[in-house]
T-cell receptor
């Protein structure tokens, strides 16, 4: 069964460093999303992406964040200068127009 | 945004027991999904159920869209059912953002 994949599974970084989280959506899906979950809290929407453009973004998705689809298969989330409060599980999702399917997540730890 | 309330927040069961988890939402929705977050943090799709009833093995779900709630039933629970169960909804286009509830933490003891 096709699935969304994410790399790395766990990333540890120093405050102020840039990180890039990578996702490979399900191959025939056209709509992509990033969500995050701070430990013990609910899952929060960051951004949605379609046709090489951001469709919607939340108030969390400020200038420190960017998304890109650098080729036909990858979808990336970049955090330019990480803060302690960026520590969270980051989930990528893709949609078949109806259901959103989530990847296994990348656990980001900012020290 | 839309408010999603889940109850109970915590549920402790003995193996073999049945349970009902509830999700209330504050506005009409075009998509509702139930997820199970396993101990490794992965979000597993259980149901896409904007209305009606669906069953998958020991799990079933019912959404009454006109009354703005959904129920997830787990029968004959097993220790592997432990984890957090999230309800999430989309308002407007089915391609919109998912709004998640805070989840129900289920612990099943042998």
């Amino acid at each position: 069964e096709p699935e969304v994949t994410q790399t790395p599974s766990h990333q540890v970084t120093q405050m102020g460093q840039e990180v890039i989280l990578r996702c490979v959506p399900i191959s025939n899906h056209l709509y992509f999303y990033w969500y995050r979950q701070i430990l013990g809290q609910k899952v929060e929407f960051l951004v949605s992406f379609y046709n090489n453009e951001i469709s919607e973004k939340s108030e969390i998705f400020d200038d420190q964040f960017s998304v890109e689809r650098p080729d036909g298969s990858n979808f990336t989330l970049k955090i330019r200068s990480t803060k302690l409060e960026d520590s969270a599980m980051y989930f990528c999702a893709s949609s078949d127009y109806v259901v959103q399917f989530f990847g296994p997540g990348t656990r980001l730890t900012v020290l | 945004g839309i408010q999603v309330e889940q109850s109970p927040p915590d549920l402790i069961l003995q193996e073999g027991a049945n349970s009902t988890l509830r999700c209330n939402f504050s506005d009409s929705v075009n998509n509702l999904q139930w997820f199970h977050q396993n101990p490794w943090g992965q979000l597993i799709n259980l149901f896409y159920i904007p209305s009606g009833t669906k069953q998958n093995g020991r799990l079933s779900a019912t959404t009454v869209a006109t009354e703005r709630y959904s129920l997830l039933y787990i029968s004959s629970s097993q220790t592997t059912d432990s984890g957090v169960y999230f309800c999430a909804v989309v308002r407007g286009s089915t391609l919109g953002r998912l709004y998640f509830g805070r989840g129900t933490q289920l612990t099943v003891w042998p």
